[in-house]
């Protein structure tokens, strides 16, 4: 401040000095004299307290420049600060300005950029001046003021100009004065400055938490959380381990701006930086659409990062309609074309496709999703939080949802894709445990057929956790009004598409609900070996309901239970309670749901309470596998059918002779139920490995 002093005595300037913390008050005003001011100088302190420069220019307002002159001489108001003000600064500092107060804002240490350009009188990049430290600041302030006060300019001092140049998102800024010439006099040469200050730290190069230490003037290093440090930037520790075919399919449509657009080329980019190595098992390829969809880089065209990142490069903003179901719909009939090596050899890949997208769609997506669904295409959506509803129509699943808060989020995001990518091949639920379960969904009036298609989806995405064929998990649907009708039976469908298909044609009944008769249905014609039921296999039934109907239900749900079959109730709405726990038999078995809309929410809830029973030890005799009134009689760890005037492993067969024959049959626990034969005299015999 002294060295200040000193140059603003050579001029016609008189100084006053104002300290701005919560207390507000000048140190001196302005028409004191200088050996005064050099005084006052010297003894002013440092009095700590929060930043209010919008105080202090709110007091300059009240009470001006006091001891000023008259108003033909200008007023210069110069700001120094290294920190945010705590009040709002945009209206005083306006108001200052419009008095015809010229407003210089110095910066020192760490200021906030936004506050100074706000405060400084235009243009601003004569009124903002930053320093490392307060000499630097008077440096740089002589010459801009000077420039700006003197009106002539001595012949002998040569002028030369050197703008100043501030890069505030780069590793290097740099403040240049230009001159300094005092009206009045002639100094030779002419003083001016020239000086740069590097903070390799600038720039925020550290991601996901990453902490930047700056090494000299040029250069620094991270210092990453655990699960980071993949390169010097803290890119997440990933490898994307599975086998996958996977295709981006990015917006590029006006809705999500270039901004937004190069956001995504620079995600998608540093996911591949992270995840693809030289022996990645994974193909990947690039789409974008706006009006249209196109592909420039076909899944597998390139196998190495540096080439595909050259492509990614290269990808240009297109900026039309966002017709996100139309794009959808083009990918899964065009995303995937293959050419194997072998005519009759085909890519059994998963197939996984990522949608990057932060504007909401122009054309309807539910269908086209669907459609793309149906095709065995793995969904995954990734944008920002008020787009989580959308992608999650897109996707099926909250699960194969991800959302942001902000851009820097976003790429937070990355070890998350990672693994959604991957569960592709594991998803969650039973992948590894037998089971027999059942859907019993109420298609009656009372739920009303908007109400219906949301259960009718929420079963269709259930099945995708669970493993459909022979050997794990079978599947049987069955819908009730006043009467209960199978859609498919536990042995109709053995794989996973075939399931999805069926659930998509399931027909709205209408009329009255009864649950009892339902349960009744499910266990005299589902949960049977005549139907495909397996024993030495969990057997679940799941029912899915808004409440109506359930009165005749209790009693067929506990012959049920009696029988080894689970009950559990998923029910929607405000219903009775206690009438629901007799049907459910255990708080454990009842999940209730406010609204329909947020059954999806309870998915992976009653997934993991279904897979838990999977998991529970069976009753090879519960229920029964005998048929035609055979008996079941438990041996360890098998059991045989005892029966009369029928033969077979179960009884199934009818003797031509009315003769009564006992056929024992012995099993074993398996979880692919029967498996192989051998017949003795008079009896049959069954052995099957127990599983454990």
Known sequence: MDRKMARMSALDISVGVLCGNRQKHAKFPVNRGWKFENQMVNSIAGEGGSTETGQALKYILRKGFPGGRNSSVPEILIVISDGKSQGSTAMPAMQVKERRITVFAVGIKFPRWEELHMLASEPTEQHVLFAGDADDAANGLYSTLTGSVCSATAPGCKVESHPCER??????????????????????????????????????????????????????????????????????????????????????????????????????????????????????????????????????????????????????????????????????????????????????????????????????????????????????????????????????????????????DLFNRIPELQRRICSVDNPEGCQAQSLDLAFAVDASSGVGLENFLQLRDFVRSSCLHFSINRDVTQIALVIYGSKAHTVF?????????????????????????????????????????????????????????????????????????????????????????????RVAGSPNYLVHISSYEDLQYYQDLIIERICEEAKSPVNLCKPNPCMNQGVCILGPGSYRCKCHGWEGPHCESSKDQQVATTADVIHSQSSSGLQHFSRAPRHTKRHVNQRH
């Open 167 to 408: 890069r505030t998102l780069e590793t290097v800024k740099e403040l240049a004065g230009n001159y300094m010439c005092w009206k009045g006099f002639l100094l030779t040469p002419c003083l001016s400055l020239s000086w740069s200050r590097l903070d390799p730290c600038d720039s925020q190069p550290c991601q996901n938490g990453g902490t930047c230490v700056p090494e000299g003037l040029d250069k620094y290093h991270c210092l990453c959380p655990l699960g980071y440090g993949g390169d010097i930037h803290c890119a997440p520790k990933l490898s994307l381990e599975c086998g996958v075919d996977l295709l981006f399919l990015m917006d590029s449509s006006a809705g999500v701006t270039l901004e937004g657009f190069l956001r995504y080329k620079a995600f998608l980019k540093r996911f591949l930086q992270a995840v693809m190595g030289q022996d990645s098992p994974m193909n990947v390829g690039v789409a974008q659409y706006d009006n249209d969809v196109r592909i420039p880089i076909e899944v597998g065209q390139h196998n190495d990062a540096f080439s595909l990142m050259k492509r990614i490069d290269a990808l240009n903003f297109s900026g039309g309609r966002t017709l996100t179901g139309r794009a959808l719909q083009y990918i899964a009939q065009q995303g995937f074309r293959s050419t194997p090596v072998f005519a009759d050899m085909q890519d059994d890949l998963p197939r996984v496709v990522v949608l990057l997208t932060d504007s909401k769609s122009q054309d309807p997506v539910t269908e086209a999703a669907k459609y793309a669904r149906e095709r065995d295409l793995f969904l995954i959506g990734v944008g920002s939080s008020f787009m989580r509803v959308e992608l999650t129509k897109v996707t099926g699943s909250p699960k194969q949802t991800i959302v942001y808060s902000d851009p820097q």
């Open 489 to 581: 039976a536990l042995d109709t469908h053995t794989s996973n598409s075939a399931v999805v298909q069926a659930i998509d044609q399931v027909p709205f009944l209408g009329d009255s609900a009864s649950a009892g008769s339902a349960l009744l249905h499910i266990y005299g014609d589902v949960m049977t070996v005549q139907k495909g039921a397996r024993p030495g296999v969990n057997k679940v039934v799941v029912v899915l309901t808004n409440g109506g109907g359930m009165e005749d239900a209790a009693a067929p749900a506990q012959q049920l239970r009696h029988n080894g079959i689970l009950v559990f109730v998923v029910v929607i709405g405000d219903v009775r309670k206690d009438m629901l726990l």
